[in-house]
């Protein structure tokens, strides 16, 4: 890493120590190095597949098969991969920083995965069933919800007999789970150093987290290759991947420990 590169970081990392609380926001692309798609990128799945036949009520109640179907992929693939160096650094902030809030826009359980405890997961978690009418959450481990989709089941919700159970995941018109969001705009605004990580920054009401930590005065960094609707209002980008630069900034911070 150059020295110009290294300063940055050594600065970003004073500014972490002296943090009375810091959130980050993640988003697909810090878990592209684990090798899930992102979405918006020129490889990712929404220039494969259309989101409005697949990640929508009213396609799950049209073609709950076929919703079932990529979901059922999406689910065998991250059943195959594991979290990268960008996952772990995340987990080990927490216990550097005074006051550290992960939320994540990612339903791939990857963040658990790697040891974050407190995850706030703003779209959900992939891993979990919920019935699409009386709304029941089950456990990825719940034995009464274990279904082999490749039979061509469809499963249904044990509690309300009735309902067809879905992923517990936040599709396009739903709204974000109601503690999820609450959580997440204290800890935005309580903040006075916002990082936001591998996401495109476009997708509301997740997209405004960061300009409320700035609004309230904190000092907002994005990490991503790419530069994003967000990158002009940040006071400090790197424009690296979250699973070099994330592992770098904790083993600074633990240097100075
Ligand atoms: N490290 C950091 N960022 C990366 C990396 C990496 N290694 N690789 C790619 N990125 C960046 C890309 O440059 C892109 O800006 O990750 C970002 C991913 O953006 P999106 O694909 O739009 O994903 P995201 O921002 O998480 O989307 C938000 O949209 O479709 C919905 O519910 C879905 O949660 C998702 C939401």
Same mark, same amino acid.
């Given at each position: ?15 972490? =120590? =002296? ?7 993640? &988003? ?16 990712? %799945? ?5 989101p409005e036949e697949l990640a929508n009520v ?8 076929? #919703? ?6 999406? =689910?065998?693939?991250?059943? =195959? ?25 990612? #339903? ?6 790697? &040891? ?7 779209? &959900? ?21 274990r279904f082999e989709f490749r039979k061509g ?39 006075? %150093? ?14 405004? %987290? ?48």
């Amino acid at each position: 890493m150059e020295d110009q590169a290294s300063e940055t970081c050594k600065a970003l990392v004073e500014r972490l =120590r =002296r943090a009375s609380s810091v959130c980050a926001l993640t &988003g697909a692309g810090v878990s592209k190095e684990s090798g899930v798609p992102t979405f918006r990128e020129a490889d990712g %799945l929404w220039n494969r597949f259309r989101p409005e036949e697949l990640a929508n009520v009213e396609a799950f109640i049209r073609n709950p098969t076929l #919703v079932w179907e990529w979901y059922s992929w999406r =689910r065998e693939l991250m059943s =195959r991969v594991q979290p990268n160096a960008g996952h772990y650094a995340l987990a080990e902030l927490s216990s550097l920083l005074k006051s550290f809030t992960l939320i994540t826009q990612n #339903v791939d359980n990857l963040h658990r995965q790697a &040891g974050s405890k407190d995850v706030i997961e703003l779209h &959900g978690n992939i891993q979990r069933n919920k019935c699409q009418e009386c709304k029941t959450v089950y456990l990825p481990d719940d034995s009464r919800t274990r279904f082999e989709f490749r039979k061509g089941q469809l499963p249904h919700c044990p509690e309300c007999n009735t309902g067809l159970l879905r992923p517990d995941v936040v599709w396009f018109g739903e709204m974000l789970p109601e503690d999820a969001i609450t959580q997440s705009w204290e800890a935005a605004e309580r903040c006075d %150093l916002f990082l936001s990580i591998g996401t495109s920054a476009v997708v509301y009401p997740a997209a405004a %987290l960061p300009q409320v930590a700035q609004a309230s005065g904190a000092f907002l960094v994005e990490i991503n290759p790419q530069v994003t609707e967000l990158s002009g209002k940040a006071d400090l980008s790197f424009r690296e991947p979250s699973g070099e630069i994330l592992p770098t900034l904790v083993n600074l911070l633990k240097e100075q420990a």
